[in-house]
């Protein structure tokens, strides 16, 4: 019997996914985030099977002032997920041209770590990303991957993006809502909560790390 239909078998709860706006402090980060990705995961991610070189000069151009990274920790700091949202012109996607009539667009990307699967990383991701767009005043989210990628093709269908299939690849895009003082204070909120969350782990781990110098001391 599963546990849907038995009241008296307690329903598994996903730990809470909190993601926090990342600055170019994290680039470190994102980049062993972005070289433990598989040939099949930088395959969905970056549409091709970047080698390690070229994963490295793309995480090195990556603009902090002009775009908007996300990130997702874990207890130990690692990125588990990270989302690249960044703002064009419209002219620049021509698929995007009679979609919208503002004069951005923005670009998600999204990649999840292997042991993050089933936690609904990716999902938060592009609901975060979708937030922000609308507090920036951008009505248009575009996402472009290969159709074989189910997870963003779930995630597009999820959120009721408008898909368009063409020779094994998809553009995706989705019409937001303009901002209300309820996203901006969502938005606010969220940050706030995963910059806690962090700061939380990031002592906790310090501290371990001071702990582990004193001898008889054993850290897992």
Known sequence: MSSA???????????????????????????????????????????????????????????FGRDTIFGVYDRKLRLLGAGHLAFAPRDALPSMR???????????????????????VGTRLFERAAIHCRNAD????????LSSNKVMMHIAKKAGMTIHRDYGEADAYLKLLPASPATLMQEAMQE????????????????????SNLPGFKRD
């Open 5 to 63: 239909g038995n009241p008296l078998i307690p329903k598994i709860q996903r730990p809470t996914v909190y993601v926090k706006e990342l600055s170019r402090h994290a680039r470190k980060r994102l980049l062993r985030h972005f070289l433990a990705l598989d040939s099949g995961d930088r395959l969905l991610r970056f549409g091709s099977v970047l080698p390690d070189a070229l994963v490295t000069r793309y995480v090195e151009n990556l603009d």
């Open 98 to 120: 009679a979609a919208t009539d503002k004069d951005q667009v923005a670009e998600f990307g999204v990649s999840v770590s292997s042991i993050a699967r089933g936690m609904g």
């Open 138 to 145: 951008i009505d248009t989210l575009y996402m472009h991957c």
């Open 192 to 211: 706030q909560a995963a910059t806690l969350d962090y700061t939380v782990k990031a002592n906790v781990r310090a501290a371990l790390n001071w702990l």
